[in-house]
């Protein structure tokens, strides 16, 4: 009887991080209930620059991913920070909390507060957007020629909130 009830308890147990596990504190979104939560694919896009002290390193400059939804690709991920849905609904918005990834590689677990939005659809009521279970993206370290630009892939799941 323990193994046949096991089973489905541990199924329930691997579900979406967003249910399962309590987020940190810096990220939460007390009070906002989930809009839409989606997957992302794609590379954060870095830039050989010179930092304050005179040396090249690479510098984050903007962010190219594809969103999906059940293997399907719904949206797409870019530069302001911006989302924007197939149905024309988009958001952009500003970091207002962050949490370190799992691992030096991945790039941090973020919130963000919606700062515009354009078009009419799913992303309409969204006031803050969470980035979660990020996979990779970090690209560290000095860079030898000013201008030039690397990609690191990454992975991470989008939350998006509306207050109520």
């Known amino acids: ?9 541990l199924l329930l147990l691997a579900g979406p991080a967003v249910a399962a596990d309590p987020l940190p504190d810096a990220i939460a979104a007390l009070g906002e209930s989930i809009v839409l939560s989606v997957h992302a694919e794609g590379a954060q896009v870095y830039e050989c620059k010179a930092g304050t ?10 962010p190219i991913a594809t969103l ?6 719904i949206g797409r991920h870019y530069a302001g ?7 024309g609904s988009a958001v952009a918005a500003k970091a207002a909390g962050n ?13 963000l507060e919606v700062t515009a939005h354009r078009g009419s659809g799913v992303l309409t009521p969204v006031t803050t957007v969470q980035r979660i279970n ?4 970090k690209l560290d ?4 020629k000013a201008g030039d630009f690397k990609s690191a892939p990454y992975s ?5 909130l509306k207050k109520g």
């Open 99 to 111: 949490a370190p990834g799992t691992t030096a590689a991945d790039i941090p677990w973020l919130k």
């Open 156 to 160: 991470a799941d989008y939350v998006f």
């Open 81 to 87: 920070p911006n989302w924007e849905h197939a149905d």
């Open 53 to 62: 002290d005179g040396k090249l390193a690479w510098a984050f400059r903007e």
């Open 141 to 144: 370290g000095a860079c030898d």
């Open 1 to 9: 009887m323990s193994i046949k009830l096991a089973v489905p308890c």
């Open 134 to 137: 990020t996979h990779g993206g």
């Open 68 to 73: 999906l939804a059940e293997g399907k690709t």
